[in-house]
């Protein structure tokens, strides 16, 4: 019969004592073999492409290039790399974007060595597992889905106020100094962001949920 090749793994983090943890619990079992580790996202990016691990326990958190920026980038260039995203943090936002960007897996770091090395067993054979926190905030995200246009940048936000006011293009360059066709594809971007076709729909967005101060327009 023939022996299993151990799981490749590869650590990152920017605290040194998380990263030599990680490193010492999994010593301990043979179906792993700790290949590479990396200290923030830009060298994750690097490392992982070169060492091409099978398992990468990724944190969130980090200066410079973050976690979610790192899973982005190491899954459209190594897609067939498995990541585990393992957090102190359970925020709804912060649990979606890891999944979006392409982590297999959402653990929070209060996790047991045995839970974690389930999880890492499991992503490697292609399957997710969620903490019970970020199964509810996926939960909630589904049953309370946030407002749109929260990604409207500030200038769209003002664009989208004198919409509301009744101001057409024109008079919207003028209020704001910028030229015409800026104003043109502001107004485009906020069609799209708001998922409307028309001014009127936006506007109506605008007010259900609202999105614009009517008491700074007046």
Do not use: W
């Given at each position: 019969m023939m022996e299993m090749k151990p799981i490749r793994v590869m650590i990152v983090d920017d605290h040194d004592?998380?990263?030599n943890g990680l490193s010492v619990l999994l010593s301990t079992f043979s179906q792993f073999k700790l290949i590479a580790e990396a200290s923030n996202g830009e060298e994750a990016i690097r490392v992982s492409n070169e060492m091409r691990p099978d398992v990468?326990?990724?944190?969130?958190?980090?200066?410079g290039i973050n976690g979610v920026q790192a899973i982005d980038a190491i899954h459209k260039n190594c897609p067939q790399i498995k990541i585990i995203a393992l957090t102190s943090f359970k925020e709804q936002n912060l649990v979606y974007e890891a999944?979006?960007?392409g982590a297999i897996s959402y653990l929070l770091k209060n996790v047991?060595?045995?839970e974690l090395a389930e999880s890492i067993m499991a992503a490697y054979q292609g399957k997710s597992t969620l903490a019970p926190e970020a199964t509810q905030a996926l939960i909630s995200a589904v049953t309370h889905p946030p407002a749109p246009a929260h990604d409207l940048t500030e200038r769209e936000q003002e664009v989208l106020a004198l919409i509301v006011?009744?101001?057409?293009?024109?008079d919207i360059a003028e209020h704001l100094t910028?030229?015409?066709?800026?104003?043109?594809?502001?107004?485009?971007?906020?069609?799209?962001?708001?998922?409307?076709s028309s001014r009127a729909e936006a506007i109506v967005v605008a007010l259900q949920h609202k999105l614009v101060d009517m008491e700074s327009i007046q």
């Amino acid at each position: 019969m023939m022996e299993m090749k151990p799981i490749r793994v590869m650590i990152v983090d920017d605290h040194d004592m998380v990263r030599n943890g990680l490193s010492v619990l999994l010593s301990t079992f043979s179906q792993f073999k700790l290949i590479a580790e990396a200290s923030n996202g830009e060298e994750a990016i690097r490392v992982s492409n070169e060492m091409r691990p099978d398992v990468l326990i990724m944190d969130l958190v980090m200066p410079g290039i973050n976690g979610v920026q790192a899973i982005d980038a190491i899954h459209k260039n190594c897609p067939q790399i498995k990541i585990i995203a393992l957090t102190s943090f359970k925020e709804q936002n912060l649990v979606y974007e890891a999944l979006q960007a392409g982590a297999i897996s959402y653990l929070l770091k209060n996790v047991s060595i045995d839970e974690l090395a389930e999880s890492i067993m499991a992503a490697y054979q292609g399957k997710s597992t969620l903490a019970p926190e970020a199964t509810q905030a996926l939960i909630s995200a589904v049953t309370h889905p946030p407002a749109p246009a929260h990604d409207l940048t500030e200038r769209e936000q003002e664009v989208l106020a004198l919409i509301v006011k009744g101001m057409n293009n024109p008079d919207i360059a003028e209020h704001l100094t910028i030229s015409r066709s800026t104003v043109k594809n502001h107004v485009s971007n906020i069609l799209a962001k708001l998922d409307v076709s028309s001014r009127a729909e936006a506007i109506v967005v605008a007010l259900q949920h609202k999105l614009v101060d009517m008491e700074s327009i007046q």
